[in-house]
């Protein structure tokens, strides 16, 4: 049995790169695979339980000073000769890097790092990224867009690169009505339009906007922002400046967004850049129409003739607008938005075709790499064939 090791830095905090790693790890689990999980810091709380009870193993390295904690490396190290994994596939800068170095202490036969942000950092990651360009053998991004930036910056190689994208469960994410009705009851909705966003509370996401734009929408609209962060208090103050504590809630982190995504009438991601935004994947699963700012990422989600709906970014009056224009909309009519939506995603983003193209990835690289080893491999083929879109 073949043993894939993923490394996130923690899953004590879960957004759509840290969902992607499960959906990955229980998805290849079920396909016969021995999955383990490690995690730079943290317990895993609830989701190592869970990970326990699906068969898939959970180690922290416990490590309080980021890459700076020597103990991690050395745990990392000792964990990797005591359970030989024949894959080691990190998420996010910190996990890779960690996976990347630490192949010169401790050989194993394949090491793929995955880019799911276009912002590639700063001066510190750029040396650590180019300095380790030869150590794994693929590196793979969700999307075009979130690759470019770090090719364009020399920190990622074009002969070592592929495009996977995220994957949604569209057993899972699908309409409900019978969910939507028991869940805008429990809210006490009744003829209200329910806009939905999810993400954490963050600058990139521009809320902030959001917020704005909400405030000129007519009296009907509500908004719920699912999420956290540490732009909690002051989008929690704007609310109350702009005189909208009656008509939007922050209820926070939310463990299941789905019955959230069932009860809104619309999505709106307002972000000012993404890779590719998972939340987006799950509303087009739900078939529940999206107002997107013009960015690549979210861009590659719409069907082709809805992404010139998309509004620039940060300008308020334009979200509004779209927004509103929106509601002014027969249900007919969005339910078809959302059909196209849901068909752009059951098409180039469900999570069984993208566990293909891992499995894939995977079986290859272990035929062209047979004993473990201290650098990559690089195939060149791997850009053009590995794709949905």
């Not at 809630?249 to 999505?267: C, I, K, N, S």
């Amino acid at each position: 049995m073949k043993h894939v090791s993923y490394v996130i830095p923690t899953l004590d905090r879960i957004g759509g790169a840290e969902q992607q790693v499960l959906l990955l790890a229980t998805g290849m689990a079920r396909r016969g695979w021995k999955v383990s999980i490690i995690a730079l810091a943290g317990s895993g709380s609830d989701v190592a339980q869970r990970l326990e009870t699906a068969g898939i193993a959970f180690r922290s390295l416990e490590m309080r000073k980021g890459l700076a904690d020597p103990r991690g490396w050395i745990r990392l190290h000792l964990w990797i000769k005591q359970n030989c994994p024949d894959i080691v596939h990190a998420h996010l800068p910190h996990a890779s890097l960690l996976a990347r170095w630490s192949r010169l202490a401790a050989p194993v036969r394949v090491v793929i790092d995955t880019i799911h942000s276009p912002a590639p950092g700063g001066v510190l990651r750029w040396l650590g990224y180019t300095a380790s360009t030869a150590l794994p053998d693929v590196v793979t991004a969700v999307s075009r867009t979130a690759a470019d930036p770090w090719l364009h910056s020399g920190m990622v190689n074009e002969g070592r690169l592929a495009i996977i994208p995220n994957g949604v469960d569209l057993y899972r994410w699908k309409r409900d009505d019978e969910v939507r009705k028991a869940m805008r009851a429990q809210l006490r909705l009744t003829n209200e339009f329910l806009w939905l966003s999810v993400g954490r509370l963050d600058p990139v996401k521009d809320h902030a906007s959001l917020l704005q734009a909400f405030a000129h929408l007519s009296p009907k609209a509500r908004l719920v922002i699912a999420g956290d962060g540490r732009l909690k208090e002051q989008l929690s103050s704007l609310v109350q400046d702009l005189g909208l504590s009656d008509r939007v809630q922050l209820p926070g982190f939310q463990t299941d967004v789905l019955p959230w995504m069932r009860a809104a009438d619309g999505f709106v991601l307002c972000s000012r850049w993404e890779g590719l935004p998972i939340a987006l994947l799950e509303a087009g699963a739900c078939r529940l129409p999206a107002v997107i700012t013009d960015i690549a990422g979210a861009r590659e989600v719409l069907p082709e003739a809805q992404r010139d709906r998309a509004v620039p970014c940060g300008d308020a009056g334009a979200l509004a607008a779209a927004m509103e224009a929106m509601m002014c909309l027969t249900d007919l009519e969005r339910d078809d938005f959302g059909r196209e939506q849901h068909k752009s995603v059951r098409d180039r983003f469900s999570l069984e075709a993208v566990l293909d193209l891992w499995e894939n990835l995977y079986q290859c690289r272990l035929e062209n790499n047979p004993q473990p080893s201290r650098f990559g491999k690089s195939a060149s083929s791997l850009g053009s064939t590995l794709q949905l879109q």
